[in-house]
């Protein structure tokens, strides 16, 4: 089963980079590259994952666009609601700012901050609860690869949330981006045909669980550059990238979303 003909997404993952002023620039500099030469809202969803303090400079930014960038949180708190959590910043409170997008499940936070499996399924369900759409990650370590593991691992990620995904809430709230770890800030990627591999098995993995399975983007991210988005965005089940380090720079990610944006 592969992939019905899906708007691509090329989103941006900032990180835990850049301030204030650097923000300022960039949104000047893509906002100034999509006049010259155009993407249209309808040949790619394009969306910046900030840090939360930048989250409304950005939105704010982009609201002043001929056309949608969207806003990404590039977290959400396990906890429901609003409460006496500390540090934390809930689903609700994320729409009541208007962010209706949220990264869930990228490796560093499985790795660096204990996002497990039970935590993870916490936020889906309340990131789901306040209507958002998640971008789910997904993805296996170099030993895994290595053993043989890939498919089995990035299956397994995920069956772990598909008690708490509502089977029509697949193609609407739902985003996979296929992230190898081994591939994330090391200038490695994985070949477009080991990535279409994985996607095509995402898919397959995916059909087993919604009937919506031809309608879910899943997104590749892993040292996405401008010089390899176009083979990517040539692959049938790669709807689109999650791009660090190359979106840092606003010419840079203009290119990986005009490959995609071409490609579609
Ligand atoms: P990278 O990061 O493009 O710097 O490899 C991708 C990601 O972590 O989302």
Redesign the pocket.
């Known amino acids: 089963m592969s992939a019905l003909t899906i708007v691509p997404w090329v989103?941006g993952?900032w990180?835990m980079n850049p301030t204030g002023e650097n923000v300022q620039t960039w949104t000047e500099q893509f906002n100034q590259l999509l006049q010259q030469q155009p993407i249209s809202n309808e040949s790619c969803h394009l969306a910046v994952a900030p840090t939360f303090i930048a989250l409304s400079q950005v939105q704010h930014a982009f609201s002043q666009y001929n056309r949608t960038v969207h806003t990404v949180a590039q977290d959400v708190s396990r906890f429901p609601a609003t409460g006496a959590y500390t540090g934390e910043v809930s689903a609700d409170l994320l729409k009541d700012s208007h962010i209706q997008h949220v990264?869930i499940g990228?490796?560093?936070r499985r790795e660096l901050l204990g996002d497990h499996s039970e935590i993870l399924r916490a936020k889906l369900t309340n990131a789901l609860n306040a209507g958002l759409t998640v971008i789910y990650?997904v993805g296996e370590s170099l030993t895994q690869r290595e053993n043989g593991q890939a498919e089995q691992v990035v299956l397994q990620q995920v069956q772990d949330i598909a008690s708490v995904v509502a089977p029509d809430q697949w193609a609407s709230n739902i985003v996979i981006?296929y992230?190898p770890i081994w591939?994330?800030?090391?200038?490695k990627?994985a070949s477009a045909a080991d990535a279409q591999a994985i996607h095509e098995k995402i898919r397959e993995g995916l059909s087993q669980i919604t009937d919506s399975s031809a309608k879910v983007a899943i997104l590749y991210?892993?040292?996405?550059?401008p010089e390899n988005a176009k083979e990517f965005a040539a692959c049938p089940d790669v709807n689109g990238?999650?791009?660090?380090?190359?979106?840092l720079n606003a010419e840079s990610f203009y290119h990986i979303a005009a490959a995609f944006a071409q490609s579609n």
């Open positions: 989103i993952n990180k990264l990228h490796s560093e990650c981006a992230e591939a994330i800030g090391t200038g990627t991210g892993g040292s996405v550059k990238a999650l791009v660090g380090g190359a979106s």
